[in-house]
C-alpha cells in the first residue's frame, strides 16, 4: 500500500513539473490557397497559408538559340521567428538563380 502511494505521489510530482505551455498553443496553420498547372511547355503553382506565408512561381520551357531549358519566376513571402517579414521576388535562368530582397514590403 505504501509502493502505490509513493508511486501515485510521484507521478503527480511529474505531471505537475510538466511544462504549462497550452496558454502559447498556436491554431494548426492551414492552406488558404493553393493551385497548379503543369503542363509540356511550362508550370505554374501557388499557395498561401493562414500564418501569411505565401509562394508562386512560373517555368517556361525554352528550346531558342538564346536558351534551352527552365526559364522560372517566382516570389515568396514569410514572416521570420524575429517577425521580421521577407518578402523575395526571383528569376531563375540560364544566368542562375537570382533573388531580389524586397525591402520595404508592407506589413499585413
Ligand atoms: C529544340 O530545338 C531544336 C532545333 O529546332 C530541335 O532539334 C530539338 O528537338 C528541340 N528540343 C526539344 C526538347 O524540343
Known amino acids: 500500500m505504501m509502493k502505490i502511494t509513493l508511486f501515485a505521489l510521484a507521478a503527480l510530482a511529474v505531471v ?3 511544462p504549462q505551455d497550452t496558454a502559447q498553443a498556436q491554431p494548426p496553420v492551414q492552406i488558404v ?5 503543369v503542363d509540356v511547355d511550362g508550370y505554374n503553382f501557388e499557395f498561401e497559408t493562414s500564418d501569411g506565408t505565401s509562394r508562386q512561381e512560373q517555368g517556361e520551357y525554352k528550346n531558342t538559340t538564346d536558351q534551352q531549358g527552365l526559364s522560372v519566376k517566382g516570389s515568396y513571402k514569410y ?12 528569376v531563375a535562368d540560364k544566368n542562375g538563380y537570382q533573388p531580389t530582397e524586397n525591402k520595404d514590403a508592407p506589413a499585413q
Open 16 to 18: 505537475c513539473a510538466l
Open 33 to 37: 490557397k493553393q493551385d497548379s498547372v
Open 79 to 90: 514572416t521570420a521567428p524575429d517577425g521580421q517579414q521577407i518578402s523575395v521576388t526571383f
